[in-house]
C-alpha cells in the first residue's frame, strides 16, 4: 500500500531513432565534446549526494550509483538535447531534434510467457523544418476527440504541433502528413502548452474552456479550443480527399488567435496559462483603489479575467491578468491574404496588355512565394505583479490539475510551490538542480471512503507534486500542500519526466457524462532500457495527520506484508513480530486483512499461525463487546479451530498404528474368493496401468498439505460445522490423502482419525466424498497390495457409516440408503475401474452386514435378507466387472506403425449415456486404433463361437507376467481378452454389430482425412462381413448419404468437365483428396453400391434380426446404435441404384486407365437427372433404344478400356504369375466391361471381338485363344484376325532387318494376289510384331477354321497358311 513505480510499455528501435536524429554528427566529435563536458561539468558527488539524502535513502544512493556504473558504458545522455512529448493516452510519443523528427505508436504485441504488453514501434521519421536555417524548439501531442456515436468521448487520433525558431507552427497528423501551418509571431517558439476540459469537482468552480498557448521570448498567442478542433477535422479531411482523389490540398483558412505582448519582464523562458478567473468583490475594491485612487469607480460585477504566470528573470515570476473581451482575434491577415491575390492579378493582367517586363513575371511570382506572411502587431499587456529576486532566474513553470497551484524551478536549484490565488510561494524544496517537475492527482478510492466521517459526501481528490532530480538520479513524490515526502525511487540520471498536463481535446460538458477515459499523468521515459514507467500512489498517503489511525493501520499492513515476504526469518522472530503487529492495529478491517494474509503465507509454520490466532482471539475476548467486530472474532475462532484439526490429524497420521489393522472380519467373509475370481483380470490390468506417466510435482497427491491449503479448502461456520470447499480435483485429492491415506496403508489409527475429524463437524457425506476420491485416484498403489488395502478400506468406510449422521435410524432396509448410494454413484461415475470394484466389493459387504444387523435386531429370525439396496449391488458389481475387461481390452498397447491415439475411458455412466451401441462402440474404436484387418476380427469372433461358454481366457492369464514375450503370444493374448470381453457381451457385441461399428468408425476416419483410402476400403470389408441383409442394406444406406455422395458427384463432375483423368492439384481442390486416393476411393464406390445391390435383393427372404442388450445394462439411456438405425432406414430403388453403380464402374475405369472420356455425356437427359438423387426415392430412367451416337461413344470407351487393360497387364509368355485381384491387371476387368456393354446397350459380341483382337495385337496369343471359344460372328472375327495375320507376315518377310534366303526365295514364289496384299499390309500398328511362327502358324490354322470355305478371303488364307509353313519349316 505504498507508493510504486512500475513499466507499462517498451520502445522499439532506441538506437534506430537515436541514429535517425544524430545522424549529421560523427562519432569523433561527439566522444570529445562528451569528454570535455565531463572534464568541465562533472565531478565525484557520491559524498554529497549520500550525506543529501537522509539516511532512509543510503540504499536508494547506493543502487543509483551501482545502476550508472552499469550503464554508463551502454548510451550517451543524447535524449537531453532532444524535445520529447507523449501523448497523454500514451499511444504516440514523439522524439525530435533540429530538422528531424521521430513518431513511434503505440502496438501490442505477445512477449515469450505468452502475455500481451504495448510496445512503442516507429510509424513515421523525417524533416519537419520547411525554412532554411529552422529547428524544432518545441512539441505536443495533442489527442482529439471522436465524434461518432459508438465511441462519443474516446480518442479518434492525434495532431502533433511542432513550434520551430523560424516563428512558424504547424500542425501534423501522426503519420507526418502536414495539415496546417501558420506564422503567428516572427521570434522562436519557446513553449507550446495545452490545456483541456476538465469536469468540476464542485459546483462553483469555474468551467474552464480549451486552448492552446504559445509563447514567444516577448509574445503570447492563445488559440481557441473549439475552433482549433474544428480547423484540425476539417483539414485532416480535406487532406485525405485529396489524397484519396490525387489532387492538390486546398490551402486551408487561418486560425484565429489572441496574441499579447507581456511587458515589464526582462526576459521570459516559460508560461502556464492558469484560465479564466473571477476575483472577489473584496479584491476587485482593492484592486480598484490602487489603480484609480480614492475617487475609481468599481463596477458592479467583477470582470472575468485570463490570468497567464510566466517565469524568467526581472522579475522572477510574473502575473498577468488580461481582461476579457478587450482584445479582438487577430484577422487582418485574411483580408491582406484576399488583397495581396487581387493585387497581383491586376498588376499582372496590366503588364501583359501594356507589355511591361513579361520576363520577369516568373521571377516576381517566386519571390512572392518566399517573401513571409505579415505579422500582426501584438496586444500590450502589463504585468500585475511579480516575485522579484533579481539574482534567481526561473527555468521552467508546471501547473498542477487543478489551477490553483504551481511548481517553478530556478538556476539555483531550488524548486518554489507557488499559490497562484494570492500570488505568493508557499514553499521551497531546495538541492534539485535541472529539475523536472510533474503532477498527480488522486481519487480517493471507495474502500477508503467508507472509513471517512463524511462518507456521504463526493470522493475527495489528493496532489502530490513530482519532482526527478536527474543529477541525484532520484525520483521524489511529495504530498500537497505542505505534506512530506510519501515516495522516493531510484531510477537513472538519463532518464527524461514526461508530463502533459492536458487530456483529450474536443470533449465537453456533454460528451463528458461516464467519461471513463484512462490517460497517463506522469511517465518515466529511461532512454537506457527503453522502459515507459507509470507512478501509481495511494489515496491514504495524502492522510499526513499522525493522529489518523488508518494511516497507521496501514502502515502496520506494510510492515507485516514486508515481514512475510521474508524468508529466512526465525520462527520465534516471525511469530513475536506478527503478533505485536497484529495487535497493534486498531482498524478491525485491516486487521482482518492483515490475519487473512498471515495465514495464506505458505513460509509460515503452523505452530507459529495458531499461536498468532490464539493470541489474536484472546485479545478480542478480552475487550468490551461492543467494541469487537462480530465478523473478525468469528474468522478468529473458526481459523483457530481449523488449525488445531489440521494439527491433530497430522500428529495422529505420524503417530505409529496401535489399534488392529483388520476389523470386522465376519462382514469380510467372501472377499478373498471375490478377489481371486478377478485376480487374473486385475493382474492384467495393473500391468498396463503401471507404465510411467508425467505429471506436475504440485499436483502429486504424495506432496505434503501445507497449512494454508487446508485452511483454504475448509472453511467453519457460525455453528460450528466445518464444511469442505469444492475446489480443483487434485486439491481435494490432495485433502483427503493428508485425512486417509495414512490410514489405507494401516499406518494411522483409523478410529482416532474418524473420532477427531467427527468432532470437528465435518459432514459424514464430505469425508466418504473424501476417501472414495483419494482411494480412486491412487489406484496404482491400491493395486500393488490389494488384500490389504482392501481391508483397511473395509474398516474405513464401516466407521464413517457409523458416524452420527451417516445412515439415518429411520431407514428401511427394503428402500435405496442415500448414503450407500452415494457410494454407488462415485463408483458408476469413475474410470478407474479398478478401484471402483474393489471399493464396490467392500461396500456391497459393508451394506449387507449392515442390513443383516438391522433385520436381526427387527426381526430375530434366520430368514435370509432380501433388500433392494441389496440388488442394486449385485447389479453394479457385475458393471463394474464388465467394464473392467473392456477398459483392460482399452489399455492394450498399441502395435507398431498402427494409427494410434488416446485409449478410451470407460465407465458405467459413459457405456450407459452411450445407448445400446455404446459398448460395440467403444470396442470399434480399438479395433481402429489397434488396426486390425476385418478377416482378423472374424477369425476372432469364429474362436468364440467355437468355445461357447469356455473359460479359456481366464485360465491362462496368470502367465503374463513375464517381461519378454513374441509378438505372436501378445497377439493371442489380446485375442482372447477381446473373446473374453465378447464373451460377457454376448448380445451388445454380437458380430453383426461389431462389424456394423467397425464399418462406421472406419468411415467416419476415413472422412475426416480422405488421402487415408485404407480406411474407407476396410469400412467396405467390413461391410461385406455382416450378415443379416437388412443391417447391410440400412448401414451402406447411411454410408452413401453421408459421407459418399458428396464426393461421389465431386468427382464426377471433375472427371466430365475435364475429359480425362484429373491431375492430383485438380483432384485436391475438388474432390478433397488426391488421384490415387480418388481411384481407390470409386472403386470402393463401385463395392459399396454392389453390396447395397445385393443386400436389398436378399431382405426378402430373410427376416429382419431382433437386437437385444444385456440384462445388468438395459438402463442404458442415450443415442441409437448404428444398428438401429441401420434398421429404420428406407428400402432402395433397385434400378437407381445400379444406375450409379454404372456410372462408379465407369469413372473407376477411366481413374484407373487414364482414358478420355466424358462420363456425364455417355447418357441421355433422364440418366443424368436420375444421378446423385436419394436412393430411397423413384426417379425416371432411362428406357428403351439409345440414340446411336451415346451407343457409338459407349462402345468406344470400352474399345479404349479393354486397349488399355491388355497394354497393362503385358504378359509375352503364357508361364507368367496369376494376376492381381484388384488394379489395373485385375482379371475381371474383361467380364466388367463385358456386363457393361450390355448395361450400356452395346453389344458384347463386338467387345470380345475387340479383346481378341487386341490380345493378339500385344502377342498375348493363349490368352486370345481362350476368349476366342466365346465369339459369337466368326466369319468377322476371321476377317479381322486375317489382316493381323498379314502384318504378322509382311513384318516377317519385308520389313525385317534380318531377312533370310529362304525368306526371299519365298517371296518370290508366292502368288502375285498374296504377294500384293502383303505389301499393301502395314506391321507398324503390331503392338508386338516379334511373334513365333509357330504361333501365328496356329493362329492362320484357326482362322481356316472360323472362315467358311465359299468365304471371300478363304483362297488368301490357305495361301498364308502355306507360306507360314515354308517358313516353319526352314
Known amino acids: 500500500m505504498s507508493c510504486s513505480l512500475f513499466e507499462f510499455c517498451k520502445i522499439q528501435e532506441l538506437k534506430t531513432v537515436r541514429d535517425f536524429l544524430f545522424q549529421s554528427q560523427t562519432p569523433e566529435p561527439v566522444e570529445e565534446k562528451n569528454q570535455t ?80 504488453e504495448m510496445t512503442l514501434a516507429v510509424s513515421w521519421s523525417g524533416t519537419l523544418s520547411a525554412e532554411e536555417r529552422e529547428c524544432v524548439s518545441s512539441i505536443i501531442a495533442i489527442p482529439l476527440a471522436s465524434q461518432k456515436r459508438s465511441s462519443t468521448g474516446r480518442p479518434d487520433w492525434t495532431c502533433v504541433v511542432v513550434g520551430f525558431t523560424s516563428g512558424y507552427v504547424r500542425f501534423y497528423t501522426e503519420n507526418g502528413v502536414l495539415l496546417l501551418a501558420q506564422l503567428l509571431h516572427v521570434d522562436p517558439v519557446l513553449k507550446l502548452k495545452c490545456r483541456t476540459y476538465e469536469i468540476p469537482r464542485h459546483p462553483g468552480v469555474t468551467e474552464q474552456h480549451e486552448e492552446l498557448s504559445i509563447l514567444y521570448p516577448f509574445a503570447l498567442v492563445t488559440i481557441d479550443g473549439f475552433s482549433l478542433f474544428q480547423s484540425l477535422r476539417a483539414c485532416r479531411n480535406q487532406v485525405a480527399r485529396a489524397a484519396a482523389a490525387g489532387s492538390d490540398v486546398v490551402p486551408p483558412p487561418p486560425l484565429v488567435y489572441k496574441k499579447w505582448g507581456v511587458q515589464e519582464m526582462d526576459s521570459i523562458v516559460d508560461h502556464s496559462s492558469v484560465g479564466i478567473t473571477t476575483l472577489c468583490v473584496f479584491d476587485q475594491m482593492k484592486n480598484a483603489s490602487i489603480l484609480g485612487g480614492f475617487n475609481a469607480s468599481v463596477k458592479g460585477s467583477p470582470p472575468a479575467m485570463s490570468q497567464f504566470v510566466t517565469v524568467g528573470a526581472g522579475p522572477f515570476t510574473g502575473f498577468y491578468y488580461a481582461v476579457e473581451g478587450n482584445s479582438q482575434p487577430l484577422l487582418s491577415h485574411v483580408a491582406l491574404a484576399v488583397a495581396s491575390k487581387l493585387t497581383s492579378a491586376i498588376f499582372s493582367a496590366a503588364s501583359g496588355w501594356l507589355g511591361w517586363n513579361k520576363n520577369k513575371n516568373k521571377n516576381e511570382e517566386e519571390a512572392a512565394q518566399k517573401q513571409k506572411p505579415k505579422v500582426e502587431p501584438a496586444t500590450p499587456l502589463g504585468i500585475r505583479f511579480g516575485l522579484p529576486d533579481s539574482r534567481r532566474h526561473g527555468e521552467s513553470i508546471c501547473l498542477s490539475p487543478c489551477n490553483t497551484l504551481a511548481g517553478v524551478t530556478d538556476d539555483f536549484g531550488r524548486v518554489t510551490l507557488l499559490d497562484l490565488a494570492r500570488g505568493i510561494a508557499i514553499r521551497m524544496w531546495k538541492g534539485y538542480r535541472d529539475a523536472q517537475l510533474g503532477w498527480l492527482q488522486v481519487q480517493e478510492e471507495r474502500g477508503d471512503r467508507e472509513f471517512s466521517p463524511s462518507a456521504s459526501l463526493p470522493r475527495r481528490h489528493a496532489l502530490f507534486l513530482i519532482i526527478f532530480a536527474p543529477r541525484r538520479g532520484i525520483l521524489e513524490v511529495w504530498a500537497m500542500q505542505r505534506g512530506p515526502r510519501v515516495g522516493a525511487f531510484t531510477v537513472g540520471k538519463q532518464c527524461r519526466l514526461l508530463y502533459a498536463g492536458y487530456r483529450l481535446m474536443g470533449v465537453n460538458s456533454v460528451t463528458s457524462q461516464g467519461w471513463q477515459l484512462h490517460t497517463q499523468q506522469v511517465c518515466l521515459l529511461d532512454p537506457t532500457t527503453g522502459a515507459l514507467k507509470t507512478i501509481n500512489i495511494p489515496f491514504h498517503l495524502a492522510l499526513s495527520d499522525k493522529k489518523n489511525e488508518r494511516a497507521k493501520d496501514m502502515h502496520l499492513l506494510k510492515r507485516l506484508t514486508a515481514l512475510l515476504k521474508v524468508g529466512d526469518m526465525e520462527p520465534e522472530t516471525l511469530e513475536s513480530e506478527a503478533k505485536s503487529v497484529l495487535l497493534e492495529i486498531k482498524y478491525p478491517a485491516i486487521k482482518k486483512q492483515a490475519l487473512e494474509s498471515l495465514l495464506s503465507n505458505k513460509d509460515t509454520p503452523v505452530s507459529c499461525l495458531t499461536n498468532i490466532t490464539c493470541a489474536l482471539h484472546d485479545a478480542l475476548k478480552q475487550q468490551a463487546a461492543d467494541e469487537v467486530d462480530p465478523s473478525l472474532l468469528q474468522l478468529c475462532s473458526a481459523q483457530q479451530k481449523l488449525l488445531q484439526l489440521y494439527t491433530d490429524v497430522q500428529q495422529l497420521q505420524a503417530a505409529e498404528n496401535t489399534e488392529a489393522c483388520s476389523q470386522n472380519e465376519d462382514s469380510l467373509e467372501g472377499i478373498e474368493e471375490e478377489l481371486s475370481r478377478v485376480g487374473p483380470t486385475l493382474q492384467r490390468y495393473a500391468q498396463f496401468t503401471s507404465k510411467p506417466s508425467v505429471s506436475f510435482a504440485q499436483d502429486s497427491p504424495d506432496t505434503p498439505l501445507s497449512p494454508q491449503a487446508f485452511l483454504s479448502q475448509l472453511e467453519c461456520s457460525e455453528d460450528g460445522e466445518v464444511k469442505v470447499i469444492l475446489r480443483s480435483e487434485a486439491e481435494w485429492n490432495q485433502l483427503g490423502s493428508f485425512m486417509f491415506w495414512s490410514c489405507l496403508c494401516c499406518k494411522g489409527p483409523v478410529h482416532k482419525v474418524c473420532d477427531t475429524l467427527q468432532e470437528a463437524g465435518i459432514s459424514p457425506r464430505q469425508l466418504l466424498s473424501l476417501l472414495l476420491s483419494v482411494w480412486l485416484q491412487r489406484e496404482k498403489e491400491v493395486l500393488q497390495k490389494p488384500m490389504e488395502t482392501v481391508k483397511n478400506l473395509h474398516t474405513l468406510l464401516v466407521a464413517l457409516s457409523n458416524m452420527k449422521g451417516a445412515v439415518e435410524d429411520s431407514w428401511d432396509p427394503q428402500s435405496v440408503s442415500p448414503w450407500w448410494q452415494q457410494v454407488r454413484s462415485t463408483c458408476i461415475q469413475s474410470h478407474n475401474a479398478a478401484a471402483a470394484l474393489l471399493a464396490a466389493l467392500v461396500a456391497h459387504r459393508a451394506a449387507k452386514a449392515s442390513i443383516t444387523s438391522r433385520a436381526d435386531s427387527k426381526l430375530q429370525s434366520e430368514w435370509e435378507t432380501v433388500s433392494l439396496e441389496l440388488e442394486q449391488w449385485v447389479v453394479c458389481v457385475r458393471q463394474l466387472e464388465d467394464v473392467l475387461v473392456l477398459q483392460t481390452l482399452q489399455l492394450v498397447p498399441l502395435s507398431q506403425g498402427t494409427a494410434g491415439g488416446a485409449a478410451v475411458q470407460c465407465s458405467i ?65 489380446t485375442a482372447e481378452l477381446l473373446v473374453a470381453v465378447c464373451q460377457r457381451f454376448p448380445h451388445s457385441l454380437s458380430p453383426d454389430l461389431l462389424f456394423a461399428h467397425c464399418c462406421w468408425e472406419y468411415v467416419v476416419q476415413w472422412n475426416k482425412d480422405p488421402e487415408e483410402a485404407h480406411h474407407f476400403s476396410c469400412a467396405v470389408e467390413h461391410l461385406k462381413l455382416i450378415s443379416s441383409p437388412h443391417i447391410q442394406l440400412g448401414i451402406s444406406t447411411m454410408m452413401w ?95 437407381l441404384v445400379q444406375h450409379h453403380c454404372l456410372l462408379a464402374s465407369l469413372l473407376h475405369a477411366a481413374m484407373s486407365f487414364r482414358v478420355k472420356v466424358k462420363p456425364l455425356s455417355l447418357f441421355d437427359s433422364k440418366g443424368k437427372n436420375a444421378f446423385f438423387r436419394d436412393l430411397t426415392t423413384i426417379q425416371l430412367m432411362p428406357s428403351g433404344d439409345m440414340d446411336p451416337t451415346l451407343i457409338s461413344q459407349r462402345k468406344e470407351f470400352l474399345f479404349r478400356v479393354l486397349t488399355a ?130 504361333q501365328t502358324s496356329r493362329l492362320v490354322s484357326r482362322l481356316i477354321e472360323m472362315l467358311p470355305e465359299n468365304h471371300a478371303q478363304y483362297t488368301l488364307a490357305l495361301h498364308l497358311l502355306e507360306a507360314v509353313d515354308v517358313l516353319s519349316t526352314d
Open 37 to 116: 563536458a565531463d572534464n568541465e561539468l562533472t565531478w565525484d558527488t557520491s559524498d554529497w549526494e549520500a550525506a543529501w539524502d537522509s539516511n532512509e535513502n543510503k540504499e536508494e544512493s547506493a543502487s543509483a550509483t551501482t545502476g550508472e556504473e552499469e550503464t554508463s558504458g551502454q548510451s550517451e545522455p543524447w535524449l537531453q538535447d532532444c524535445v520529447v512529448s507523449l501523448s497523454p493516452c500514451a499511444d504516440l510519443l514523439v522524439v525530435a531534434r533540429q530538422q528531424r523528427a521521430v513518431f513511434l505508436s503505440a502496438k501490442w504485441r505477445t512477449d515469450g510467457s505468452g502475455r500481451e
Open 909 to 973: 455412466k459413459t457405456l450407459l449415456e452411450g445407448g445400446t451401441g455404446g459398448i460395440a462402440d467403444s470396442v470399434s474404436k480399438w479395433v481402429f486404433r489397434q488396426s486390425m484387418a476385418p478377416e482378423r476380427l472374424k477369425e476372432i469372433l469364429q474362436r468364440k463361437e467355437a468355445e461357447g461358454a469356455d473359460e479359456k481366457p481366464e485360465q491362462n492369464e496368470g502367465e503374463e507376467e513375464t517381461e519378454e514375450k513374441t509378438s505372436q503370444e501378445d497377439a493371442d493374448r
Open 1041 to 1135: 448419404s453421408t459421407f459418399i455422395v458428396k464426393r461421389f458427384s465431386a468427382a464426377s463432375y471433375l472427371i466430365e468437365k475435364v475429359g480425362k483423368a484429373p491431375k492430383d492439384r485438380l483432384c485436391r481442390r475438388d474432390v478433397g483428396m488426391g488421384d490415387k486416393a480418388m481411384t481407390s476411393f470409386l472403386g470402393c464406390c463401385v463395392q459399396l453400391l454392389q453390396i447395397l445391390m445385393e443386400a436389398d435383393s436378399a431382405t426378402e427372404e430373410v427376416p429382419p434380426p431382433e437386437l437385444s442388450v444385456e440384462e445388468v445394462w438395459g438402463g442404458a439411456e442415450g443415442p441409437a446404435s448404428i444398428a438401429e438405425l441401420a434398421l429404420d432406414q428406407r428400402g432402395v430403388h433397385f434400378p
Open 1205 to 1334: 487393360w491388355v497394354q497393362a497387364i503385358d504378359e509375352p509368355s503364357s508361364s507368367a504369375p496369376p494376376l492381381s485381384s484388384a488394379g489395373p491387371k485385375a482379371d475381371w476387368w474383361p467380364s466388367l466391361c463385358l456386363e457393361l456393354g450390355s448395361l450400356l446397350q452395346v453389344n458384347p459380341d463386338i467387345l470380345r471381338r475387340h479383346l481378341v483382337c487386341e490380345l493378339y495385337n500385344q502377342g498375348l496369343d493363349l490368352r486370345a485363344e481362350e476368349v476366342m471359344l466365346e465369339v459369337e460372328d466368326k466369319d468377322v472375327l476371321g476377317s479381322q484376325l486375317l489382316v493381323l495375320t498379314g502384318q504378322r507376315l509382311s513384318y516377317c518377310l519385308l520389313h525385317n532387318q534380318e531377312q533370310t534366303q529362304a525368306a526371299m526365295e519365298l517371296l518370290a514364289r508366292l502368288p502375285p494376289t498374296l504377294c500384293t496384299w502383303l505389301k499393301a499390309m502395314d506391321p507398324s500398328e503390331l503392338r508386338c510384331p516379334l511373334v513365333s511362327l509357330t
